[in-house]
Every structure is written in C-alpha cells, then in structure tokens.
C-alpha cells in the first residue's frame, strides 16, 4: 500500500470472514493485515497463525513465549492493508466491495482502470502481486533496476540493508540469460546429482564385494579391504560434508564485507546477500548446478589426492549425498509445512530465527551440530 493512499477501513465482521488458508487476517491493535501468504513461510506453522484469524496479535508479538524480533515486526508491515473500523450495525453490515467501489469513485477511478489493476493483481506471472513493502522512492537501492552492480555502492550501510528482509523477488542483472542462470527450481538438484550418487554407490561396492582391494603397506604387505567398510566411508563422507557446508554458511556467506570494497560487497551479495534480503525467493533457495561443481569438483580433487583411490570414491559420494539433502531441507525449512513437535518443525524455526534475528549465529542447516562445538547456537526458544 502507498504510503500516499488513505489506508482503508474494515469492520470487525469484515476482519473475521477471512479465516482460512485462502484468505487469512490478523489485527495489531486496530491495524489490518492480509497474511495469507505468509502462512506457508510460518516458522511456528500456519496452524499458529489460523487459529488466530482475526484477531489482535499484540500480545503474542510481545510473547511470551517468543517475542518477536525487529525484523519480524518489519516483515509484518508488508501485509498491511487498512485499518479497523468499529462502526454502527449499518457500516458493519456494509461489505468490503461496496467500500472499495465507493473509494474508486471518490477517487475518480475508471472501471477499465480497476480491472486492470484487479487482472494484475491475479496475475501468477506477476512477481510482484505479494509485495508492496519496499518504497521504491526512499529504499537505498533502485529496485526498479537490477541489484548486483548498486549494492556495493552501500559502503557501511550495507550489513543492515541486506539483513532487513523484503518478500519481494529481486533482479540481480538485466541481461535475461545471465539472470536466468541464478535462478533454479529445486528440483533440478536431485535430478542432476543423484544419479550420479547412486552410481558411484552401486560402484564403491561393487568394487569392494569383488574382494581384490587392497592397500599395500609395504612391498611384503597389505590389508584386504571387505565391502562392508563402505557404508562407514559413505557416513563419512556426509559426516565431513555437513562440516563444510557449517563453514561455507559461517565464513564465506557471513563474511561481513568491508565497507570499502565495492567487489566484496558485490561478491557477498551475490553469494549470500540476496538471500537474506529475499528468503523467500523460491527459484534462489538451492545451488545452481553449475556453481555446486565447483564446490564438488573441488571436494573430489582433494580426496583423490589424499586417500586411495576406493576410499576417496567413497568418502566423496557420502558427501555428494549430504550436499543433496542438505540443499533439499534447505528449500523445505522455507517453504515446508512441518509438524509441530518434529525434528523438522524445531529446524524450521532454528533457521527462520537465524534470518530474522540471530544473523551471526545459527549457521546449521541440517543439523545445530557444528554449532555447539564453535559456540554459534542460537538460543533455545518456544513459538
């Protein structure tokens, strides 16, 4: 909603018809918001949400049991729609469509306009239908332009900007093949790399069953190595893996660019940034193909290098697997509707707080493992 147009005003009875998946509000003191689609995105669950449909969410904002953060409250503000009106009987049994056709033609709006706006509106092929938080006169980027070259002129204001998250996509270039390659449905993921984890499964242990691997110690000596060994290489390897993606998710994404540097902050954003200044952007939630080869060629060409030739194979297709499941339930904690009570349900929360409000800690994805040992847990919290 501009912040020029005189919000609009809803009944009680209004507010409390839209109560279900399709059409769900809540209230904040007598301010209206449509959160309908934020449901899905719920960390809590959109249970949490529903059973509160139309009513004043205050309180539970301020908790306990969870308070919620800065950002979360920001977030909030892009659902607004209007604010609430307690009228007689006779403005309460007026409906919502009577008070917008009213408005249109006070404000001298055209029917031709107002279905042009409500086609719009409906449009699937529109990006933009959910998203109207961001003032595209005052933000401290063009969102009318492509991102990836403003962001580095932020300098210091960056670290802030980019952790105060929009549900809004974002267009990282203006050429369409270059942009198109940063974007990848999810599941282009287990379509590209399983297969080949399965093969090199089904080749580690053929391999071994054959019972002609060894490893020579000395010229005199040498150890048979039995096939049952692989499945310890394979957890291994998915062992190892989820070290990695801690430190890649700690030390590369959160790095905190210097202020100065133009190509820093530019290579964060591209990385990582946009992801926290659009977590829900579902074509940029796992890693294209191409730029994951990089990261698993280069796993593969270490082990090579360090262990004998079976046992790399081995080590690495374990870690193939963790990748794939680690970018899986990566996409899940966003867009996933966990149970409440599940392993699942706390991880989707675990990471949601991690976007919204512990953003130097809780670098976990498939596991809080890696985060008690380098003391980056975030702190243990009920929704």
């Known amino acids: 909603m501009s912040s020029s147009a005189s919000p609009q005003s809803f009944t009680e009875r209004e507010v409390a018809r839209h109560c279900n998946k399709d059409s769900c509000w809540v209230l904040l003191g007598t301010r209206v918001y449509d959160v309908t689609a934020f449901l899905r995105m719920h960390p809590g669950g959109e249970a949490l949400i529903l059973g509160r449909s139309g009513k004043d969410l205050s309180r539970v904002m301020e908790g306990p049991p969870h308070r919620h953060s800065e950002n979360a409250r920001r977030w909030m503000e892009q659902y607004y729609i209007g604010e609430l009106r307690r009228d007689s009987a006779e403005g309460q049994a007026e409906t919502l469509r009577e008070r917008r056709t009213a408005s249109e033609q006070a404000e001298g709006k055209t029917a031709e306009k ?137 030390f590369v994404f ?62 690495f297709v374990g870690g193939l697997c963790g990748y794939v499941v680690y970018d899986m339930i990566h996409y899940y904690l966003h867009y996933g509707s966990p149970k409440k009570g599940s392993y699942m349900y706390s991880l989707k929360a675990y990471h949601v707080k991690h976007h919204f409000e512990h953003q130097r800690t809780g670098f976990g994805i498939t596991s809080t493992f890696w985060d008690y040992p380098f003391n980056t847990l975030i702190p243990d919290e009920k929704f």
Not at 133 to 141: A, E, I, N, R, T
Not at 214 to 243: A, C, K, N, Q, R
Request: proline share 9%.
């Open 114 to 250: 107002t279905a042009d706006i409500k086609a719009k509106e409906e449009d699937e092929n529109d990006p933009y239908k959910l998203c109207s938080s961001v003032d595209l006169d005052k933000d401290l980027v063009d969102w009318r332009k492509p991102l990836a070259w403003q962001v580095g002129h932020l300098g210091e204001k960056y670290d802030a900007w980019v952790h105060e998250p929009v549900d809004r996509p974002i267009r990282l270039f203006g050429n369409p093949f270059l942009e198109a390659s940063t974007k990848t449905s999810w599941y282009w993921v287990p379509v590209v790399w399983l297969p080949i984890v399965f093969y090199l499964s089904w080749y580690c242990y053929s391999t071994l069953a054959k019972g002609t691997t060894t490893i020579v110690l000395t010229s005199d000596f040498s150890v048979p190595i039995p096939s049952y060994v692989f499945p310890p290489l394979f957890l291994m390897g998915w062992f190892l893996w989820s070290f990695i993606e801690y430190c890649i998710h700690r």
């Open 254 to 315: 959160h790095m905190k660019p210097p202020a100065h540097n133009y190509y820093l902050i530019t290579l964060h954003f591209l990385l990582h940034g946009q992801h926290h200044k659009s977590p829900f952007d579902g074509s940029r939630l796992v890693f294209p193909p191409g730029l994951a080869s990089l990261v698993v060629g280069s796993f593969y060409i270490i082990l090579r290098n360090t262990l004998p030739e079976i046992f790399a194979i081995s080590v």
